[in-house]
């Protein structure tokens, strides 16, 4: 894996906007009835969360890029963004984007990086990200580092936008989306290089469930380093694994043209 050094040095230096943060309790992967129902989480140091603008309601407001910032609560960067009216927001970061580039939120505006419009006004093949699902609710697709979508084509008041899995789907053409790629590619080839440096993001020890007993999980038994124990690999809960669908929100299968790969 390669190992990416000094891939922060555009963020500035600077404490971020207390006005935009909020106590992050933990949850240490408990449910509301306090039992695990995540596991191998727990632990890690304490962080605050930033309030993010997904939706960016500021429209036909011009907004400056003030800082980049680091989240520790997500893959891509943050921008600090002050607006001609004095008010701060934190929007999610372009790739490529730089302190002191202004972007503005408009139903049709600039074809330029980090603005952000309606998908109906946008040409074919823009690259595109934080994507609307239902208009005016806020930005819910392709919000990870490096994540971007691609519009296909318009028609019957739906837009056709490749996702970054390969997935072609439906999306109301009044949906609102920022142009570009969400900052931090390089994210995916990141190097922890010790332990430690994952418990403090919150994750725990893991044991392979081929090392357990049969009592314990699914995969366990067999001499050795053996593989999986039963003939339909399943979770510790009994439920069929690998290649099994587990889609739930079958009213939008309608919106699917393409699967993905």
């Not at 920022?178 to 995916?188: A, D, K």
């Not at 038994?221 to 999986?228: A, E, N, Q, R």
Request: net charge positive; aromatic share 6%.
């Amino acid at each position: 894996m390669t190992k990416i050094k000094n891939s922060k040095q555009i963020l500035s230096k600077k404490e971020p906007e207390k006005k935009l943060l909020l106590a992050l309790k933990k949850k240490a992967g408990r449910g509301v009835s306090g039992r695990i129902t995540i596991r191998h989480r727990g632990g890690g140091v304490k962080r605050a969360y930033r309030i993010v603008d997904f939706g960016q309601e500021k429209l036909g407001i011009p907004g400056k890029v003030i800082a980049l910032e680091y989240d520790p609560n997500r893959t891509s960067f943050l921008a600090l963004i002050e607006y001609q009216d004095g008010e701060h927001r934190y929007i999610l970061a372009p790739h490529q984007i730089k302190v002191g580039d202004e972007i503005t939120c408009a139903e049709k505006t600039e074809i330029k990086i980090g603005n952000r419009m309606k998908l109906k006004n946008m040409p074919i093949g823009t690259q595109v990200f934080n994507i609307e699902l239902e208009p005016q609710r806020g930005g819910k697709l392709v919000r990870s580092a490096g994540g971007t979508a691609k519009i296909v084509a318009n028609e019957d008041g739906f837009t056709h936008v490749e996702m970054p899995s390969g997935e072609i789907r439906k999306i109301f053409w009044d949906c609102f989306a920022t142009i570009g790629q969400v900052s931090h590619p390089e994210w995916r080839f990141r190097d922890l290089g010790k332990a430690g440096k994952r418990r403090l993001k919150g994750w725990r020890p893991t044991v392979r469930g081929t090392a357990m007993n049969p009592p314990d999980h699914p995969h366990g038994g067999g001499s050795g380093k053996s593989p999986i124990g039963l003939k339909h690999p399943k979770t510790p809960w009994g439920k069929p694994a690998r290649g099994v669908k587990t889609r739930k929100k079958r009213w939008t299968e309608k919106m699917i043209i393409k699967r993905r790969k």
